[in-house]
């Protein structure tokens, strides 16, 4: 159904979150994820949409408050082309949206983020700390990964121990946005030509500021839960050789995890903790302005056009690419290298010195066929990158 707006249509749009982000507000719908960034001003204009009055009431008020012309058709007609308003003339413009969040995965994150919970992951870290200070060798190394002889069943069981413990990272997310009453979904994309798993908590920008940190942050936090059992799995010999190894080969990526999200540059959890803390929702964006202009000294208008408080979170931000590229070089040299070359000289040597009907061979002939399934999952984050860069387009198109 497509809508006209005009003076006298009855516009509703009392479903959408309004919190003060710097000097500006985040104006939003929590329930379908659409956001946008605007003035005081045209807060009062969201706030008399109440689905009684008409256009032209609005503008006659917000002529009496401010004394000067407002153009509220204009904004009326954004708000609807970002999927922004609710109904018009009574008429729900997206009745297929969900609003409720689920009551199941409300109370579970109630649980796992309560203050108890919280209490523990925060002992939970510093003990996983203490242990590997106490006793370096509970430290990870790449050979712990490896838990089986046979490198084709151990290339396997990485993938299925990885995809089980990044849904679990994301599970997290997931949990605590949904103690907030925000509804979310885990999806694979892209960040430059690394393939991610991420929850789309963009309803968190309707939440009040200090209540985002806890999701944001969530999946760190049960990382870090999973290394401090599993470093005690170790530590006191529970299950047996079997049961210690892939305590190992757990600390192993989780570790790996936590460490990634200093990588703030390929905007990882921590990315958006530093986004919420300095009241921004484009550091990203601001701060690659910045390094243009700065290292490769491209004159970009968009950086002059910034105000005074974004240039200055850019700069900084920007400095911060070069800690975080020390932290993905250390990560890539200890974590990733390592058992790719390894698993791999292992994987063609087995099928170079044996013949095909052989089960060295195709032992190491799985290893390649991992590899594979990496690069579908690869081309599955592509699609999902490339369809969140189009609609970006099309919301940016839709505001200019």
């Not at 969530?218 to 305590?247: H, N, R, S, T």
Request: charged share 20%; with cysteine; proline share 3%.
């Amino acid at each position: 159904m497509s809508f006209e707006l005009s003076l006298k249509s009855v516009v509703d749009c009392r479903h959408l979150s309004v919190q003060p982000d710097g000097d500006e507000f985040s104006v939003g719908d929590p329930y379908l994820g659409e956001f946008i960034r605007v003035p005081e001003v045209a807060v009062d204009v969201v706030r008399l949409f109440d689905g009684r009055r008409t256009v032209e009431d609005v503008h006659r008020l917000m002529l009496e408050k401010y004394e000067e012309e407002v153009d509220v058709l204009d904004f009326a007609v954004t708000l609807l082309e970002c999927d922004l308003i609710y109904s018009v003339d009574g008429a729900v413009v997206h009745p297929e949206v969900r609003r409720e969040a689920s009551e199941g995965l409300y109370r579970l994150g109630r649980f796992f983020y309560s203050r108890v919970m919280m209490g523990v992951y925060v002992v939970a870290a510093v003990v996983a700390v203490v242990m590997m200070v106490m006793r370096p060798e509970l430290f990870p190394a790449f050979r712990d990964v490896f838990v089986y002889e046979s490198v084709g069943f151990s290339a396997l069981n990485i993938l299925v121990v990885t995809a089980a413990l990044t849904v679990l990272h994301e599970v997290g997310h997931l949990l605590a946005a949904s103690a907030c009453r925000v509804n979310s979904r885990i999806r694979l994309n892209l960040r430059l030509i690394f393939l991610v798993a991420e929850t789309d908590m963009t309803g968190l920008w309707g939440v009040e500021k200090k209540k985002r940190y806890v999701p944001f942050m969530a999946g760190m936090m049960w990382d870090g839960l999973v290394i401090a059992v599993c470093l005690g799995v170790q530590w006191f010999g529970v299950g047996g050789p079997v049961v210690e190894a892939y305590a190992a080969m757990v600390v192993f990526i989780c570790m790996m995890n936590v460490l990634w999200q200093f990588v703030v540059f390929f905007r990882t959890d921590l990315y958006f903790v530093l986004s919420n803390w300095k009241n921004t929702s484009a550091l990203h964006q601001h701060s690659m302005l910045y390094l243009r202009r700065r290292v490769l000294g491209k004159q970009e208008d968009a950086w002059d056009e910034l105000p005074e408080h974004e240039r200055k979170n850019a700069t900084w931000f920007g400095m911060l690419y070069g800690v975080g590229a020390v932290v993905a070089i250390g990560v890539f040299a200890y974590f990733q290298i390592p058992p790719l070359v390894y698993g791999v000289n292992l994987a063609v040597g087995n099928m170079i010195g044996h013949p095909v009907g052989s089960f060295v061979f195709w032992d190491g002939a799985i290893v390649l066929m991992v590899l594979a399934v990496n690069g579908v999952l690869w081309l599955l984050g592509l699609r999902t990158n490339v369809r969140e860069r189009r609609r970006m387009r099309e919301q940016q198109g839709a505001v200019a």
